[in-house]
């Protein structure tokens, strides 16, 4: 039989942590196997004593500290696992001390130590069964925590000692359980499946056990689990996609009813004065319900936009994440991604959207929209958010109130331009054996200017007055504002 299974002799420390021996006070490691059980009533006895073998103290052997002194210094001559004595023997500070120096487990026990014999050896007898009594209660324990990650994991980490234990998302976050649980001397890792067959997370367990049977075990507590896990992953992903369909509902409500009051009034102050009327979906009780939830409804607010770059459908997800990020903000579906707004200004919220950017599971860009006095004119803010995520490259957030030509060309779709930009170009193209001439037109038309294109190229400016001659001798009028637009264009294209 294996050692790494159910089989494996139990050691001294799985005794004392979910064994026979619980509650009892263990000094020393506890890692060695217990293959047997011997009482030992004289020192003379333990001439017969073989290794791995539990000792348990009585009688004239566990009259005193001396006894119980002699009694360890023979136990580790004979490789013994461990020494079992009644409390009061010794004291608990000379029994630390003892076990730490002759490097022999030493264990005191309130009860009978003949009682205390028996379940010892049962155990030690039948590693598989002692196991089994564990695992079946934690089945019971399991099944009364309900569908909670909390209280699961409570009892996994209560009933597993030794263990650390976390459940983690598909992504590799901690949903519940500790941080350390892949620490220690050896893993074990359970896959929690979702109602459709994917994967949903993964229970990870670790320890610093030497027991080479208690993996196993752990693995099959953990297998328990998976059921309420699944239950309870099942209800909060429900209550989350409602969350934030309403949520999402309640920020589409209350843009739309701020922007059409602003529109009848033409006065921002005028708008939610109507909260009085308690009618379902008045602006006031909009307002009333945003407040509740921390959103900004007055000042001066900014908008936001996230786009995937990938297909991303954990709208719930995303939600915490934000939120987390950004503080309580609203999040809401808007085109292929999420938007909202905060009271924090343009600069704030670019820098707190960009750390967002880097704890979403998937790639993404950001837009910070511009700062506007109040809900009344968030669609303004938040058409130059989706405009600047939309320029916007992956895991980057672009402010509206910062775009500039740059930005607006990097979202031209140069593969389709390319063939009409080689034609606009051509006549310079020709001449342009080594792209001098076609770099230095786009940094005359980005900078503006000769000497700004000579800066930005590291060249004189007389050099920059000679290579435009040579540019308008291919027939192109850059004095000419369409021209001008045309050839930026263009070679924004070819050089992208």
Not at 40 to 45: M, N
Not at 189 to 216: C, F, H, M, N
Request: proline share 5%.
């Amino acid at each position: 039989m294996r050692a790494s299974g159910w089989e494996a002799p139990v050691t001294v420390a799985e005794l004392v942590d979910a064994g026979p021996l619980a509650g009892a006070r263990m000094y020393g490691a506890g890692e060695n196997p217990v293959r047997g059980v011997r009482i030992v009533d004289e020192l003379s006895v333990f001439a017969t004593v073989a290794p791995h073998t539990a000792v348990v103290l009585i009688g004239t052997a566990a009259s005193g500290g001396w006894a119980v002194e002699m009694a360890m210094r023979r136990a580790w001559e004979q490789a013994a696992a461990c020494v079992i004595a009644p409390a009061g023997g010794l004291s608990e500070g000379s029994g630390e001390v003892l076990a730490e120096r002759l490097g022999v487990t030493l264990i005191f026990v309130d009860e009978d130590p003949l009682i205390v014999a028996v379940r010892v050896a049962s155990a030690a007898s039948r590693p598989d069964a002692a196991r089994t009594q564990l695992v079946a209660r934690c089945a019971t324990r399991l099944a009364e925590a309900g569908a909670s990650a909390r209280r699961v994991l409570g009892v996994l980490n209560a009933e597993l000692p030794g263990t650390s234990v976390a459940f983690l998302d598909r992504y590799g976050r901690p949903l519940a359980g500790r941080r350390d649980a892949a620490a220690g001397r050896w893993s074990a890792e359970v896959t929690v499946p979702d109602r459709e067959g994917g994967v949903l997370g993964t229970l990870v367990a670790g320890g610093s056990s030497r027991s080479p049977g208690w993996p196993a075990v752990v693995r099959t507590v953990l297998g328990l689990a998976v059921a309420p896990l699944t239950a309870w992953t099942a209800e909060e992903s429900l209550t989350a996609a409602r969350d934030f369909a309403l949520q999402s509902a309640l920020a589409e409500h209350l843009i739309g009813s701020q922007m059409s009051e602003a529109g009848k009034s033409g006065k921002s102050g005028e708008i939610g004065e109507r909260s009085g009327s308690g009618e379902p979906g008045e602006p006031g009780e909009a307002r009333v319900a945003a407040t509740a939830l921390g959103w900004p409804v007055g000042g001066p607010i900014t908008a936001y936009q996230l786009r995937p770059l990938t297909p991303a459908a954990d709208a719930s997800l995303v939600q915490a994440l934000v939120t987390g990020a950004l503080g309580q903000v609203p999040v809401l579906v808007r085109g292929e991604g999420w938007a909202g707004w905060s009271a924090s200004g343009p600069e704030e919220l670019a820098e707190r959207l960009q750390h967002c950017l880097r704890t979403l599971p998937w790639p993404c860009a950001g837009g910070v929209g511009a700062q506007v006095d109040g809900l009344q004119a968030v669609g303004e803010s938040l058409l130059g958010a989706e405009a600047a995520a939309y320029v916007a490259g992956e895991g980057t957030v672009v402010r509206a109130d910062r775009m500039g030509p740059a930005e607006l060309l990097g979202a031209l779709p140069t593969g389709v331009l390319r063939a009409p930009a080689a034609v606009v170009l051509r006549p310079l193209l020709e001449i342009d054996r080594d792209g001098t001439l076609l770099e230095t037109l786009a940094a005359v038309l980005d900078e503006g200017g000769a000497l700004k294109a000579a800066e930005r190229l590291g060249v004189h400016r007389n050099t920059i007055t000679t290579r435009l001659d040579r540019i308008r001798s291919a027939g192109f009028d850059l004095d000419d504002a369409a021209t001008r637009l045309a050839l930026q264009l263009a070679c924004h294209v070819m050089l992208s």
